[in-house]
């Protein structure tokens, strides 16, 4: 197939069909239907999701979603913490939410303003927030944030949109 100016289209549900690889034995599909890219708005606040008073310096945050599977980066600047609630600081926002049973996690490049952490911060995704780990010890929690918290990181997981 040659397309000297423009795009392959499929209709909805339809793909690049992979089929004439080997089957794994659990095997649920070999057809390639769906990819995506943009943009999302991350929202550092606590897992309790009662939320005012926030303001932030910036907030740059892509994705790529390749079949079920979800890529996040993201650069978020708090100015003003505000009000938030909950136990857990968590990134709220995401584009698409987490499969249950297929959680998700990343890992944080750089981080400043969080109080009481051990250096190493990760995440894990579940239903529609990624929690802050503490070095693999434990939740961040909504109190470690201030008003200049800052995270920069990738988040990997699975959706079943």
């Given at each position: 197939?040659?397309?000297?100016?423009?795009?392959?289209?499929?209709?909805?549900?339809?793909?690049?069909?992979?089929?004439?690889?080997?089957?794994?034995?659990?095997?649920?599909?070999?057809?390639?239907?769906?990819?995506?890219?943009?943009?999302?708005?991350?929202?550092?606040?606590?897992?309790?999701?009662?939320?005012?008073?926030?303001?932030?310096?910036?907030?740059?945050?892509?994705?790529?979603?390749?079949?079920?599977?979800?890529?996040?980066?993201?650069?978020?600047?708090?100015?003003?913490?505000?009000?938030?609630?909950?136990?857990?600081?968590?990134?709220?926002?995401?584009?698409?939410?987490?499969?249950?049973?297929h959680m998700g996690g990343g890992s944080v490049g750089y981080h400043a303003g969080i109080n009481n952490n051990s250096g190493t911060l990760t995440f894990y995704a579940a239903?529609?927030?990624?929690?802050?780990?503490?070095?693999?010890?434990?939740?961040?929690?909504?109190?470690?944030?201030?008003?200049?918290?800052?995270?920069?990181?990738?988040?990997?997981?699975?959706?079943?949109?």
């Amino acid at each position: 197939i040659d397309i000297p100016n423009g795009n392959l289209s499929f209709a909805a549900g339809h793909g690049i069909n992979f089929s004439a690889n080997a089957n794994a034995t659990d095997m649920t599909g070999e057809t390639l239907d769906d990819y995506e890219t943009g943009t999302w708005t991350p929202s550092l606040q606590g897992d309790g999701g009662t939320l005012s008073g926030q303001s932030y310096a910036s907030r740059v945050a892509y994705y790529t979603k390749i079949g079920s599977f979800v890529f996040l980066s993201c650069d978020a600047i708090l100015t003003t913490l505000g009000s938030i609630n909950g136990s857990y600081a968590v990134i709220k926002g995401l584009p698409f939410s987490v499969v249950t049973s297929h959680m998700g996690g990343g890992s944080v490049g750089y981080h400043a303003g969080i109080n009481n952490n051990s250096g190493t911060l990760t995440f894990y995704a579940a239903g529609n927030q990624v929690y802050l780990m503490n070095g693999g010890t434990g939740y961040v929690q909504r109190t470690d944030l201030t008003n200049t918290s800052r995270i920069i990181g990738t988040i990997v997981y699975q959706t079943g949109v």
